[in-house]
């Protein structure tokens, strides 16, 4: 386990390490074992505050909510400020150190298991740029102060298996995030103005043209970003928003299923069942029986 800093606590500042018998069965329970916290803590304007390490056995998130730090890896050497996420994956050698004139404040966590590399993946982590701008993130930090309840548990296994997964819905909400920030700052491709075309445009259709036009790229460019970013086809997961809102309609309303093929922008109620169908795994009809009794 990489040691955190010692750094002398100030007012309001906390630091908790898992203990090593906890670290063990957290390693080994099925529940836990994917990921789980191996040190955390929340330093507010931790003035003086510095590490170093050349042997790094986890990995550390650094969440800078306000002020200024400094960091320099092997493949990197800048500046964090508010709002700012720092990824120090296992095996990197790094040092950082608080703003001398505004020290930062930062919520900061060491975590291990066997998904940890894949969950660091989706941060969109890479050596060259270990930092990036979330901006202000009010529901990550409350999160965050959940997660440092655990040092008030008694060592309670069941809180610990609690925290784990606490950890990990901490990453994947991050990963999302991220996903949108450097969609726009990296790739300017803006997702969340993309889904809104799509959403405003639920009641009709759309093609791949518009879609890469409200972007200014190619069809094949704009296809190809937006799959690497989200996992789909652009078309698909549009499509993937009519089902959504298809389903919502079949639990909510009395409305036909041509009705709602029309209301979506499908003149064939029938190639409507069949995307239907593809999509949700069963027709509306039985969709509709099966949530209404």
């Known amino acids: ?47 003086g505050h510095w590490m170093q390490r050349q042997q790094h056995d986890d990995n550390l998130l650094i969440y800078c909510a306000e002020g200024k730090g400094h960091v320099t890896t092997n493949s990197f ?17 790094h040092r950082y ?46 999160d965050f102060k959940r997660l440092l309840s655990l040092r008030h548990s008694g060592y309670s296994h069941n809180i610990f298996i609690y925290g784990a997964s606490l950890v990990r819905q901490m990453l994947c909400y991050l990963s999302l995030e991220v996903k949108n920030t450097t969609a726009i700052t990296r790739h300017n491709f803006n997702l969340d103005a993309i889904h809104g075309l799509m959403l405003a445009n639920l009641s009709s259709s759309l093609d791949l043209d518009t879609l890469a036009a409200s972007v200014n790229l190619s069809k094949y460019h704009f296809a190809t970003k937006y799959k690497q970013l989200t996992g789909y086809s652009p078309i698909r997961h549009f499509i993937h928003m009519k089902m959504e809102r298809a389903c919502e309609m079949l639990d909510s ?19 409507f069942s069949r995307q239907f169908r593809k999509t949700v795994g069963s027709s509306p009809t039985l969709y509709r029986k099966q949530n209404k009794g």
């Open 1 to 47: 386990m990489s040691q955190p800093s010692q750094w002398p606590l100030t007012f309001g500042a906390v630091r908790y390490v898992t203990p090593r018998f906890m670290l063990e069965h957290l390693a080994n329970n099925p529940l836990s074992r994917a990921c789980y916290p191996v040190a955390c803590g929340y330093y507010p304007r931790a003035n």
């Open 77 to 93: 050497s800048g500046e964090i400020t508010a709002g700012d996420l720092l990824l120090l994956p296992k095996g990197s050698s």
């Open 97 to 142: 150190r608080a703003d001398t004139r505004q020290p930062w404040t930062i919520y900061w966590m060491h975590f291990a298991g066997l998904q940890s590399e894949r969950l660091l993946e989706d941060l969109d982590y890479t050596p060259e740029q270990p930092v990036v701008q979330l901006g202000l993130q009010p529901s990550f930090m409350a």
């Open 253 to 271: 309303s009395q409305l036909s299923i041509s009705e709602i093929s029309s209301k979506l922008g499908y003149d064939d109620p029938l190639y």
